[in-house]
């Protein structure tokens, strides 16, 4: 076994597997909360009565899904420091995968919104609600339940795109793998490892979105 897949580079580099699993779990972690937010804000600006707001959050939405990752996150990286504010590859990395996917999860919280019956938004502003109120109380916990699995989604993508932290040394799995790869002139057993590492995240986090799909549609 240790002839096809050498169990002595992870235990001889376990301190740089570790480190950078920990770094990929946190910066996972911090885009998944900021898409979220983000992208429910971009969604609701997108289908908001006020123009000008509609007019923003589209041409952001489209300008951020139609150019690569990567470019964004070499944006963050390289557009600071010729300002004079440097900014770390990890930094810089979380930031470009929060936007990045924040986009996509607009889109589909969009769509989620546009399926709650246009009657339930009638009847609460009939109430009373303004339309903030309306889209916190009413249509956005309607349309959350009904967009979980696309969102699932982006957040499984979001932990597999983190590994373009490693182009601007963001410290991630992929990132230590090189380094690994480099010092021992080992590829397979290193990044088959590197797989298992993001396998311990991406299970976890399919199984949990999972059980919250059954559950929300239980509650309807």
Same mark, same amino acid.
């Given at each position: 076994?240790?002839?096809?897949?050498?169990?002595?580079?992870?235990?001889k580099?376990?301190?740089?597997?570790?480190?950078?699993?920990?770094?990929?779990?946190?910066?996972?972690?911090?885009?998944l909360?900021?898409?979220? =937010?983000l992208?429910?804000?971009?969604?609701?600006?997108?289908?908001?009565?006020?123009?000008?707001?509609?007019?923003?959050?589209?041409?952001?939405?489209?300008?951020?899904?139609?150019?690569?990752?990567?470019? =964004?996150?070499?944006?963050?990286?390289?557009?600071?420091?010729?300002?004079?504010v440097?900014?770390?590859g990890?930094?810089?990395?979380?930031?470009?995968?929060?936007?990045?996917?924040?986009?996509?999860?607009?889109?589909?919280?969009?769509?989620?919104?546009?399926a709650?019956?246009?009657?339930?938004?009638?009847?609460?502003?009939?109430?009373?609600?303004?339309?903030?109120?309306?889209?916190?109380?009413?249509?956005?916990?309607?349309?959350?339940?009904?967009?979980?699995?696309?969102?699932?989604?982006?957040?499984?993508?979001?932990?597999?795109?983190?590994?373009?932290?490693?182009?601007?040394?963001?410290?991630?799995?992929?990132?230590?793998?090189?380094?690994?790869s480099?010092?021992?002139?080992?590829?397979?057993?290193?990044?088959?490892?590197?797989?298992?590492?993001?396998?311990?995240?991406?299970?976890?986090?399919?199984?949990?979105?999972?059980?919250?799909e059954?559950?929300?549609?239980?509650?309807?």
């Open positions: 076994m240790d002839k096809f897949l050498s169990f002595s580079i992870l235990i580099y376990w301190d740089m597997y570790l480190e950078g699993f920990l770094n990929t779990l946190q910066v996972s972690l911090i885009a909360a900021g898409s979220f =937010i992208g429910t804000v971009l969604a609701v600006m997108r289908i908001s009565p006020v123009k000008p707001l509609n007019w923003i959050s589209t041409a952001f939405v489209e300008f951020i899904r139609n150019i690569p990752l990567i470019l =964004i996150v070499f944006l963050f990286f390289l557009g600071p420091s010729s300002l004079g440097p900014m770390s990890f930094v810089a990395g979380t930031l470009g995968l929060t936007i990045y996917t924040a986009v996509f999860i607009a889109e589909a919280v969009r769509a989620g919104i546009q709650v019956p246009k009657g339930q938004t009638e009847a609460a502003r009939a109430s009373g609600l303004t339309y903030a109120q309306t889209m916190r109380f009413i249509v956005l916990p309607q349309a959350l339940k009904i967009v979980i699995p696309p969102i699932g989604n982006q957040f499984l993508n979001l932990v597999k795109n983190s590994s373009v932290l490693s182009v601007v040394a963001g410290l991630d799995l992929m990132y230590y793998a090189d380094l690994i480099t010092k021992t002139f080992v590829v397979f057993s290193v990044y088959i490892f590197v797989a298992l590492f993001y396998l311990i995240i991406t299970i976890p986090l399919s199984l949990g979105l999972a059980y919250l059954r559950r929300m549609a239980r509650s309807q």
